[in-house]
């Protein structure tokens, strides 16, 4: 379930030697075990270039994707027939547009992936501030023993009948599939009190932990969790939706204890987060701390510990700002400012549209570094903002908010 939040960008070479939207040319079909394909993390969302009618094109890899939808627009833009029209939801109330096409054939890495729906992922593209061209989900993972190395920018797709691993992690069951996603059981203390949760492990989110409606108000969490507070929560194709931040004591996987994740928990028009089916949901910011294998064949997740990455603090978005790309990525619109954070202290204001940053007008890349900037305490930024025809130079300082 593709939602956003910030970090970095990280391009291995092998990936950045190839310009998205460029022609490409099929690679020959691969029969190494494992098959490996270079990767991108983008907002700790894990990105492939794909081959698709000729073309590169970025598709994320999300296990909280039951299929591998292509983006409508470029489907349309290639002229691919469809077979009638669809409403796909997320995180988030809304709907967005979607249609069933005649069956694609990608290219990932030499091997063939079919496509056979379409979703408008015009939205989360400009949210991301990163083009979104499809999804890789549950249909394409199930096909492998499928494992994502974040540090080294790496997937691995090894042959399921034949793998075996030997390496230094814990297998996770996977206790079933709902929509082909996985669900797994962890536990979450709050006050010094243990709470089973069932889990989707959402590779497409970006978030840490993720809690439902219906969970939050089970265990009264929003009593419970201090301090915390109000703000938007990732946007997934079902538009952006309000949630509390706080931090748990602790989120358990298995023998892996994460403290003190930054936590979201939902209430109403949630879209999904609105469901009594499950409990959480757990994304890339913790699944980057771990090499992460997806064996579905034999319902396990396999997760590989790093040290370094594990002992990391978790922290989430310290300026108040919730900020969306416009149509050519040349500028960033205001969407939101929380009251009393540093961006309010500022006099930033809802409807502002961000041209510079530092003086330095804003490139498709920009929303990426200036939200990575507003993770770190203390980062002064200096922004200029059109407001009513007018430009105005702002400057925050950023603090923990949480």
């Known amino acids: 379930m593709l939602r956003t939040a910030i970090l970095s960008l990280t391009l291995p070479v092998a990936l950045a030697a190839q310009t998205s939207g ?40 999300d296990t909280g994707a039951g299929g591998s939808p292509f983006d409508l627009g470029v ?28 069956t694609i054939r990608v290219q990932v890495g030499g091997t063939t992936q079919l496509l056979q729906s379409a979703i408008d992922f015009s939205g989360v593209s400009l949210g991301e501030g990163s083009t979104i061209h499809g999804l890789l989900g549950g249909d394409f993972i199930a096909r492998w023993v499928l494992a994502i190395d974040y540090q080294a920018g790496m997937l691995e797709l090894y042959d399921p009948e034949t ?16 929509r082909n996603h996985p669900h797994i059981r962890a536990d979450v203390v709050v006050g010094g009190k243990t709470i089973g949760i069932k889990a989707i492990v959402d590779v ?38 309000m949630t509390t931040l706080g931090r748990v004591d602790a989120l358990k996987l298995g023998p892996y204890t994460l403290e003190r994740p930054v936590t979201a928990m939902y209430g109403d028009s949630a879209g999904v987060f609105s469901e009594d089916s499950w409990d959480a949901n757990i994304g890339g910011e913790v699944l980057r ?19 370094e990455a594990l002992a990391e603090a978790f922290d989430g978005d310290m300026s108040g700002l919730r900020m969306r790309g416009q149509q050519r990525l040349d500028s960033v619109a205001v969407m939101w400012v929380m009251p009393g954070s540093p961006a309010d202290e500022a006099g930033i204001k809802a409807g502002d549209v ?10 498709s890349s920009t929303l990426r570094e200036v939200r990575a900037r507003l993770r770190r305490p203390n980062e002064s930024v200096g922004l200029t903002v059109i407001r009513n025809a007018t430009r105005v130079e702002v400057r925050l300082t950023t603090r923990r908010l949480i």
Not at 292 to 300: G, K, S
Request: aromatic fraction near 6%; charge should be positive; proline fraction near 6%.
């Open 354 to 363: 961000v041209v510079a940053v530092e003086g330095q007008p804003v490139t």
């Open 204 to 241: 497409g989110a970006a978030s840490a932990l993720s809690l439902t409606k219906p969970f939050v108000e089970k265990h009264k969490l929003l009593q419970r969790v201090t301090p915390t507070i109000r703000t938007i929560g990732g946007g997934g194709v079902g538009g952006a939706s």
């Open 289 to 307: 701390r771990f090499k992460v294998y997806f064996d579905y064949t034999r319902r396990q997740m396999i997760l590989e510990p790093r040290a």
């Open 163 to 178: 793998f075996k691993y030997s390496g230094p992690g814990t297998a996770i069951k996977i206790i079933s599939f709902d």
């Open 22 to 61: 460029a022609a490409c040319v099929s690679p020959p079909a691969q029969t190494a075990n494992p098959i490996r394909v270079p990767m991108a993390v983008v907002n700790n969302h894990v990105y492939v270039q794909v081959c698709v009618a000729g073309r590169v094109l970025d598709f994320i890899l």
């Open 75 to 102: 489907a349309r833009e290639l002229g691919l027939a469809s077979r009638g029209e669809m409403r796909a939801r997320g995180a988030g109330a809304g709907t967005v547009q979607g249609a069933r096409l005649d």
